[in-house]
């Protein structure tokens, strides 16, 4: 019933626009009972927009300072213009640091709420309108420290990594100064996918930062096809061991054998990337920009036969026979012909086990064979 009588003063309060340090108290004791109520941190908005920034030059304090005195004034009906800030107001600044301070107990305990992300976000870009270049890019330097400790926390916590790319977005933006963050960020994804090669959204994040890393590093295509040969070998899984580095497919496919990652769909599901920048480079950032049509089919057969030969031992691999079905497809419409009749016998057979293997998704596996049938005629 407290929380319910909440609610209701809360509504009255924003209608009657009492942007008050005595509503923001109370929107403060219902987010941390319940996080995911969303209205509430769009009132909570609304009371920093039109109470607290409003005001020229600073802004009434936040309930979690208890040093600061409340401002409870409004703006003059007549006049439209704020009341005066009193001498023990906080800045902006400090009003949004303390509100990212109240935030944080939440993020802990909620790590999954999209709310907290969003209004966190939105706080953050708030600063960007109202503060100096230089307390903006403090503030966003912050956070990168702030999610690498979400995310050393919770290493797969995909609303992290998508914060923590905006976060990188800001700091390289010209409005604050910044510069490129390629190679950091790049190498970040690295330690993090060392530490777990089951991790999705480093993977991810790592696919959207190779294009830009080979423009900015403006390597050659020879470079490019190193980088290639090597990114294929990391992504199914094979370590090293001392070597600089493995380049032949064949001594890949010969190190998954014993490895679990080869089971993981994160690890496929990057593969797949990297298959596609040969096999549908136009309309994206790709890795191979002026290979010709000759050298990314060699790549894609190279693949077709190295997951075969997989096979002879990985049966009970599912993401293989995928990988099989789109790349063989992949090279008919590279050729612009339909499949030969080995090619279609081959599909089918394909199809037939990874339905077996995933009876779940029979659905989707009746797709597939449905898109083989039709490539074929």
């Known amino acids: 019933m407290y929380y319910q009588r909440c609610i209701v003063l809360i509504v009255r309060q924003i209608k009657e626009r009492q942007y008050t340090l005595e509503v923001l108290e109370l929107t403060s004791k ?83 709420c999209y709310w907290i992300w969003k209004y966190r976000l939105w706080l953050l870009e708030e600063g960007n309108k109202r503060l100096k270049i230089t307390e903006a890019r403090e503030l966003w330097q912050r956070e990168l420290g702030f999610v690498s400790k979400m995310l050393t926390k919770d290493q797969r916590n995909f609303h992290g990594w998508g914060y923590r790319r905006n976060v990188v977005a800001q700091l390289e933006n010209e409005h604050l100064q910044g510069q490129s963050m390629v190679e950091a960020e790049f190498e970040y994804t690295t330690r993090m996918i060392n530490l777990s090669l089951k991790n999705f959204s480093a993977w991810h994040s790592r696919s959207k930062l190779i294009p830009r890393l080979l423009d900015e590093r403006k390597v050659d295509d020879n470079a490019r096809r190193k980088f290639l040969d090597d990114g294929i070998a990391s992504v199914l899984g094979v370590l090293c061991n001392g070597a600089d580095s493995l380049v032949e497919f064949d001594l890949i496919i010969k190190a998954i054998y014993t490895d679990e990652y080869p089971y993981d769909q994160s690890v496929w599901f990057y593969h797949q990337f990297l298959m596609t920048t040969l096999t549908d480079p136009i309309g994206h950032s790709t890795i191979t920009p002026n290979f010709n049509a000759e050298e990314r089919l060699e790549y894609v ?77």
């Open 301 to 377: 057969n190279r693949q077709v036969a190295n997951v075969k030969e997989f096979l002879d031992g990985g049966e009970d691999c599912k993401w293989a026979y995928n990988a099989l079905v789109d790349a063989t497809l992949a090279v008919c419409e590279m050729q612009s012909r339909v499949p030969r009749q080995d090619e279609v016998e081959d599909l089918k057979s394909w199809t037939a086990e990874v339905r077996k293997l995933d009876p779940l998704r029979h659905g989707r596996w009746d797709d597939l064979e449905q898109r083989v049938l039709s490539s074929a005629r």
């Open 30 to 112: 219902l987010l941390k009972k319940n996080p995911e109520y969303y209205t509430i941190w769009n009132m909570r908005r609304k009371i920093l927009l039109h109470g607290l920034f409003s005001r020229s030059g600073g802004a009434i304090s936040l309930s979690i300072q208890e040093d600061m005195k409340p401002n409870t004034g409004v703006a003059s009906q007549a006049t439209g213009e704020p009341p005066p800030r009193s001498p023990s107001e906080p800045s902006i600044l400090n009003v949004i640091r303390a509100d990212l301070d109240f935030i944080f107990p939440l993020m802990v305990g909620w790590p999954k």
